[in-house]
Nanobody, 123 residues
Framework: QVHLVESGGGSVQTGGSLTLSCAAS????????MGWVLQTPGKERLGLAA????????YYVDSLAGRFTISQGDAETTVVLQMGRLKPEDTGMYFC????????????????WGQGTQVTVSS
């Protein structure tokens, strides 16, 4: 089991930026598919972005329109989600998640989850 801890959430105004970080208990390279999932009350959880740095695979949900970027952090056990041009509809709890390959875009396939970090975007 992979232990995941998110950080970096907070409150920001529309159009602002935030960077979320996920610290994993093991190397986030070829052996893990890492992703970020948004949970908003009353809505289904949404897989926003995912990646595996070793094979150069990334996935982004179409609705992001290039506003977010997933990448490996400075530490090989860290995954970062850079979020820009934030909108009120981006508000919610952001979860870091992991699974063993093969990688995919479905949030239902993740086996390990962090506790989440709250992001609030005000208009």
């Amino acid at each position: 089991q992979v232990h995941l801890v998110e950080s970096g959430g907070g409150s920001v105004q529309t159009g602002g930026s935030l960077t979320l970080s996920c610290a994993a208990s093991e190397y986030t390279g070829s052996s893990l598919c890492m992703g970020w999932v948004l949970q908003t009350p009353g809505k289904e959880r949404l897989g926003l972005a995912a990646g595996n740095g070793e094979i150069g695979w990334t996935y982004y949900v179409d609705s992001l329109a290039g506003r977010f970027t997933i990448s490996q952090g400075d530490a090989e056990t860290t995954v970062v989600l850079q979020m820009g041009r934030l909108k009120p509809e981006d508000t919610g709890m952001y979860f870091c998640a992991a699974r063993r390959p093969p990688c995919g875009d479905s949030p239902d396939r993740y086996t390990d989850w962090g506790q989440g970090t709250q992001v609030t975007v005000s208009s």
